[in-house]
Structure formats: C-alpha cells, structure tokens
C-alpha cells in the first residue's frame, strides 16, 4: 500500500512540477550528453505555485545494455529519486523530442501504474491502474512516458534534512 502512495504521489509531484514546465527545456549540454549517453550532470531550478523545486539530472553513462540516468526532485514537500535505465530505441526517442524544442502543446494520455506483491511469489509487479491526461510539449510527454513507467524508471522516495529542501 505504501508503495501504490509513493507511486501516486511521485506522479502527482512530478505532474505538478511538469505543469510548471508545460514547455519542458533542456540545455543544449544536456541534450548534448543524453544523445550518447555521456556522462554528465546538471541541477536545475523552478518555481511553481510560489514552491521552489530543484531538480539534478545525472547521465551515469551505459551499463549492461541501458543508459543509466537518475533525477532527483527536492522540493518543500520532500524529494523523490527516479533511476532510469534506457534502452537505444527510447534514447533516441528522447533526444529527437528534446532537440525539436517545439513548443507547440499536445495532449497525451499517460499510464499510471501500481506496485504490487505476487501472492505466490512474492515478487514486486507493477500493474496498470489508471490513465490521465497530460498536456505539454513533445519533449514533456516523451519523458512523463518513460519516467512515469516503473518499467523504465524507479521512483522512490528520500530523506533529506529539512535545511536541505529548497537548496
């Protein structure tokens, strides 16, 4: 149950913050680095609703056949981790819609999933529980896509020390 809440509220973090993005951007280094996987790291800020959000961006570079990625969200309600691993056909998908840099808004619907333990097993598994609709730019929905996908990227949730929010 735990894990279905962190899921949703890592979502709705994320779509918050996403909203304040509708027009998602991306430094030309950052585009610059995801295209091969090099490793690379930037850590940026935003404002939405009168909060502060900084997010870091960290390509670790490729690793058993997936580009490794993490991005962590901090803002004055918490931070959440997401680790990413991304095959060559979604790597590619995310640099041809970051380097449009349209940004023209489409509306796309977005999976939302659940976690949940196999009663025989006792393995995590992650089923679809409900779709909603998100508006932005190309490059916005193509990472909601993948970073909302708990088969490409692993949300959870992190401590940090309250002087840290916001920094």
């Not at 993005?21 to 090099?38: A, G």
């Not at 490794?68 to 969200?73: A, P, Q, S």
């Not at 680790?83 to 349209?102: H, I, N, P, W």
Request: glycine share 6%.
């Amino acid at each position: 149950m735990k894990k279905i809440f962190i899921i949703s509220l890592v979502t709705l973090l994320l779509g918050g913050y996403a909203l304040a993005s509708e027009y998602t951007k991306f430094s030309r280094k950052f585009i610059r680095h995801i295209k091969d996987c090099d490793a690379y790291e930037e850590t940026i800020a935003s404002e939405y609703e009168d909060s502060s959000f900084k997010t870091t961006r960290k390509i670790h570079g490729w690793k058993n056949g997936y580009c490794r990625y993490t991005e962590t969200i901090t803002s004055p309600h918490g931070a959440y981790k997401l680790d990413c691993g991304f095959t060559e056909v979604q790597l590619d998908d995310l640099y041809e819609a970051m380097k449009d840099r349209s940004k023209k808004a489409d509306k796309y619907t977005l999976d939302l999933y659940s976690e949940r333990k196999n009663p025989k097993t006792g393995d995590t598994e992650y089923i679809k529980s409900g779709s909603t609709e998100i508006k932005g730019n190309r490059a916005y929905i193509i990472w909601a896509k993948y970073q909302n996908n708990p088969f490409v990227c692993k949300p959870s949730e992190i401590t940090i020390k309250a002087s840290e929010i916001g920094k």
